[in-house]
């Protein structure tokens, strides 16, 4: 399976745009979102690039259409809007290479430094600090994986890996 890099987005700009969306009838002509929403076009096709690997919409021709897991997640409490964003992306590659090499390092953490090479091994190509804060921001939302800023180790949340506490 191809890994994908995660865009550069956060959470709450995903949620915004489906909740956008959902207020023009569940569809937007691309153009037209960049214009009603004054997004640069990269920063908003990154925006639905994430929007679309979570499964909550996609982007026949050239609208972006919410897709019904993404109107039941912007439909949904903050606590049920993290176990939906967390089961997505348990989905995607690079977040299931990224828990396996947790799950088999010692104490299911990783230091900053090996995290960094193992995403450069994976995603040679990208801009990895970039990649691993997205990471950390989208794992640390959906309660997936957590970090410690003081000893810069990143690690399963026990909440979301039981077997692993």
Known sequence: MQIEPLPEVSASEVIGLLEYLDDEHGKEDIYKLAEAIQYESGELLSIIK??????FAETPGGDVVILDLGKKLIKSRIGQRKLIIRDQLKNLEL???????????????LDRESTLEELSRFLPHENIEGLFKTIVNWGRYAELLGYNDDTQTLYLDEESFPSCA
């Open 50 to 55: 994430m929007a679309e690997m979570l499964r």
């Open 95 to 109: 977040i299931q290479r990224l828990v396996k090499a947790l799950q088999n390092s010692e104490e299911g953490r």
